[in-house]
């Protein structure tokens, strides 16, 4: 049986040896090395402290920024843009959300999101209208999706369109908020309700913000990212010419759900560098902080901190590249589970590492006038963006009780057939032609191919005992995941250390980090197998009921 995803293939029994012996790092090359640093020495005019006081991006950097590329950095460059490849941008990408992500977020959301429908989905007519404009920084771009009322469930949205008696255009009335880059934005990308009578039924629209009855309201207070624009928008009888509508209608949720991909995978880049940086800051921190007459980088809970920020970032910066390889061979790939394990493991690790540096920096690091508050500040708002943690904690999974169900009705007609189905898969040996050599490596893909059984045997027992009920077992769905994303995270590094040796590299390294990750897979793998609830899952229960009865 054959799907789509990657991932999906794997857990069923097939690895797909082309991906994965084609594996090729993030890379930096002369161009983007040279934004890099032409970045860095205008930022150094710039400082964070002084564009956090003034809660804004004064014009003169604007400018200064728009004339290095910096809107157009993954833009084609018949366009106008940069040209750079997706690998290459997100390496960028990496380097600058490190320094100061308020920042980096305006090309960041107007690239990766803002502007993304129109590259992947737009006509020729309509990229040549708004990708030049985009490409120099004079129309800077929003994703516009999430609703007062309505954020993960983004096929439930409440602004809608109808098309104009004439046929020329589309009416448009509705309200977003928490729209990035609102107030620097000249265009949007606005998705909407094409059918209200079919949920999910969407068209995705560009809409410019100087049009009639578009309202940017003021950019709202909030706990970090003060120098980036977040506002709501509000949509009142807009008319949105019918050659704005990308794709057709109803196509808007894919469209939605398929920039979200590219979203999610630089926030696996931005993770990878806020890594890097924090890791490196805990190393100058503890060499240099006394306590007990010795440095306290002798200390093993001090080492552990510095060793996780290494492992963490090293699989981070894998599994994007991983997936960042995937998008490049085919832009519309289907990478929804892969992505998704980019932001919730790069994001969530990072923000653990963030704290570790500012607890290894002691008192000193808890002053405003150190860099760690406002990096906390700063990334915390990335554990909610392009979907909660609890929605990636569940969403892979479902994703694939989704695809499975769709694959069982349309090729078994039976109860029985369902049944016999679902019992041969559960048994079912894996096709991974893949032979390693090294000790470690052996090991790290024994337990991955556990991983991929587990996955395929708790998702068919998992439909037989709970039925359509399996969607609500959110304890269930989350074992999933982790089992998924320790799996994925092997195989992305077994891939790049392979690739590595074939350049003839010295891979020593990175065999270390491999066996520090596989020893934390294992643990995570004795937790994460049970098909029913733990005791402590039971009493959750319990006990939020007796809290939440009167």
Not at 20 to 25: G, K, P, T
Not at 409 to 419: D, I, P, V
């Amino acid at each position: 049986m054959n799907f789509d995803n990657f991932l999906t293939n794997i857990y069923f029994g097939i690895l797909d040896m082309e991906r994965f012996h084609s594996f090729r790092d993030l890379e930096e090359d002369d161009k983007s090395r040279e934004i890099i640093e032409k970045y860095k020495k205008i930022t150094e005019r710039y400082p964070s402290s002084y564009l956090e006081e003034e809660e804004t991006i004064p014009a003169d950097l604007m400018e200064e920024l728009k004339k290095i590329g910096f809107f157009g950095l993954n833009l084609p460059e018949e366009y106008g843009g940069v040209g750079l490849s997706l690998r290459q941008y997100l390496k960028v990408v990496e380097v600058l959300t490190g320094s100061d992500l308020a920042l980096a977020l305006i090309s960041l959301a107007h690239i990766s999101i803002g502007c993304k429908g129109i590259v992947l989905f737009g006509t020729e007519a309509q990229k040549k209208k708004y990708l030049v404009p985009a490409a120099s920084g004079e129309m800077i771009f929003s994703y516009a999706l999430t609703e007062p009322k309505i954020g993960s469930d983004a096929k439930h949205i409440e602004t809608w369109a109808e098309l104009s008696d004439d046929g020329s255009s589309y009416i448009l009335n509705g309200q977003k908020t928490y729209i990035t880059n609102a107030n620097y934005a000249g265009g949007l990308t606005v998705f909407a309700q094409v059918d209200r009578s079919k949920p999910g039924f969407m068209g995705a629209f560009i809409v410019e913000t100087a049009w009639d009855g578009v309202k940017v309201g003021r950019d709202v207070p909030k706990m970090g990212l003060k120098a980036s624009s977040t506002a709501a928008i509000e949509f009142k009888n807009v008319r949105v010419p019918v050659d704005n509508l990308l794709g057709q209608p109803g196509d808007g949720f894919k469209i939605a759900m398929t920039i979200l991909n590219y979203g999610r995978v630089a926030l696996g880049a931005g993770s990878a560098g806020a890594l890097r940086l924090s890791g490196r800051d805990m190393e100058k921190q503890s060499a240099r902080r006394i306590q007990f007459g010795v440095p306290i980088n002798t200390f093993e809970l001090i080492q552990e901190k510095i060793v996780k920020a290494k492992v963490d970032g090293y699989v981070t910066s894998a599994i994007t590249a991983f997936t960042a390889g995937l998008l490049e061979n085919n832009p519309l790939s289907s990478v929804a589970i892969e992505s998704s394990h980019c932001k919730l493991f790069g994001t969530t690790r990072a923000w653990e590492t963030i704290y570790n540096g500012l607890q290894v920096a002691g008192g000193s690091g808890y002053l405003a006038t150190q860099p760690y508050e406002k990096r906390m500040r700063d990334f915390r708002v990335t554990t909610i963006f392009e979907g909660t943690t609890e929605i990636h904690s569940i969403y892979p999974p479902l994703y694939v009780l989704r695809n499975l169900e769709k694959k069982i009705r349309a090729t078994h007609r039976t109860t029985t057939s369902k049944l016999a189905f679902l019992f041969k898969t559960m048994f079912a040996r894996a096709k991974w032609k893949l032979t390693l050599h090294n000790r470690v490596m052996k090991r790290a893909l024994r337990l991955a191919k556990a991983n991929a059984r587990s996955i395929r045997w708790l998702l068919c027992v998992g439909m037989l005992i709970y039925g359509k009920k399996i969607q609500n077992k959110q304890f269930f769905l989350r074992r999933l995941t982790n089992l998924s994303l320790y799996l994925f995270g092997i195989i992305s590094v077994l891939a790049k250390i392979d690739a590595q040796q074939k350049m003839g590299k010295d891979v020593s390294e990175d065999l270390k980090v491999l066996a520090y990750f596989v020893e934390e897979a294992r643990q995570v793998r004795k937790d994460n197998t049970r098909l029913l609830r733990s005791k402590k899952e039971a009493l959750h229960k319990k006990i939020f009921l007796d809290y939440i009865s009167p």
